[in-house]
Nanobody, 114 residues
Framework: QVQLVESGGGLVQPGGSLRLSCAAS????????MGWYRQTPGKERELVASITSGGSANYADSVKGRFTISRENAKNTVYLQMNSLKPEDTAVYYC????????WGQGTQVTVSS
């Protein structure tokens, strides 16, 4: 059983930056992909960004050029650097790990507002 714990969320003004971290209780080396999803009330959870074990990244069109996903296997941690934040980025952000089993974190709130 792997636990994923997100951190780094908070309140930021439009145009600001945040870095989310997802720390796994075990090795992430064996996971095919790690990702960040987000969800707002009344909407389905959507993929924001993902990264494979080989380092290939994939982004939602709405965040391309603004967000960067990275993974540090030695620290069992995945990051999401979010720049040029917009109010529409406001959501609960969830970490995801895909392997033989899929794991989810508990989520961290990101609020972009002036």
């Amino acid at each position: 059983q792997v636990q994923l714990v997100e951190s780094g969320g908070g309140l930021v003004q439009p145009g600001g930056s945040l870095r989310l971290s997802c720390a796994a209780s075990g090795s992430i080396f064996g996971f095919y992909a790690m990702g960040w999803y987000r969800q707002t009330p009344g909407k389905e959870r959507e993929l924001v960004a993902s990264i494979t074990s080989g380092g290939s990244a994939n982004y939602a069109d709405s965040v391309k050029g603004r967000f960067t996903i990275s993974r540090e296997n030695a620290k069992n941690t995945v990051y999401l650097q979010m720049n040029s934040l917009k109010p529409e980025d406001t959501a609960v952000y969830y970490c995801n790990a895909q392997g033989l089993t899929t794991y989810w974190g508990q989520g961290t709130q990101v609020t972009v507002s002036s």
